[in-house]
């Protein structure tokens, strides 16, 4: 049977009783996300930007409940943290779980900041949702706001424009992001830091990028 394939209408339209992907036992999925602070990827997170420092801000695009921000913030305490989001909910409880950082709804294709805004750019699990036609547009933006350096964590693949990978797209970060400039290190994301999930273990890659 074919798989779904996830876009960011599904993001947008996800009803609060669709199946929750990360903590079983909150009462929706918004909440699973909001609770899933200590999933271990997140450590991969912390530890890209950590290389990364001295930084005096970070977007992350696709934040959901802002999950990686409430643990960089813990870490780094003075880098101001901004999150942008599709979904309104999801928003909505960002703002209640980390009051003392900005969000807004939006998406990568349209990015509503100014140009060379951020020292840095986050994209967790969130690219994977942008069509072969939108990773090029979406990719302009995140560079057009950042000024020096960016973190995917995404499903890998030769191609640049990217193939299906069950219901979202993996493709060629290093090669893509070549192409703007920059220099790429690529962690793969084992057993350790993603235990429930075989796709995230034989695609998935950190990719940490600066110019």
């Known amino acids: 049977m074919k798989q779904e394939l996830h876009d960011t209408s599904y993001w947008i339209n996800r009803p609060f009783d669709s199946p929750k992907d990360w903590v079983d036992h909150q009462k929706n ?8 602070t200590q999933h271990p990827h997140r450590q991969m997170v912390v530890d890209a930007v950590k290389e990364m420092q001295p930084l005096s801000n970070l977007l992350e695009i696709g934040c959901n409940t802002g ?5 960089i913030q ?10 942008l989001d599709v979904s309104g909910p999801c928003i909505k409880r960002a703002k209640e779980f980390l009051p003392s950082s900005t969000f807004k709804v939006g998406n990568y294709l349209s990015i ?6 951020f020292d840095a750019v986050l994209a967790d699990a969130s690219l994977m949702y942008a069509s072969p036609k939108e990773i090029g547009k979406a990719l302009e933006e995140i560079d057009r706001v950042m000024r020096w350096a960016v973190i995917i964590v995404d499903r890998f693949d030769e191609s640049k424009k990217g193939i299906r990978s069950g219901h979202v797209w993996a493709r060629n970060y290093p090669a893509l992001l070549k192409d703007f400039g920059f220099k790429t290190t690529a962690s793969k994301i084992t057993k350790q830091f993603w235990p429930k999930s075989i796709g995230w273990q034989k695609y998935g890659y950190l ?3 600066h110019r």
């Open 29 to 36: 999925w918004i909440e699973s996300y909001a609770y899933s």
């Open 112 to 117: 509503p900041f100014a140009d060379k805004s």
């Open 67 to 71: 999950a990686n921000l409430l643990r």
């Open 207 to 209: 990719f940490s990028a």
């Open 74 to 83: 813990e870490v780094f305490p003075r880098i101001k943290l901004f999150g």
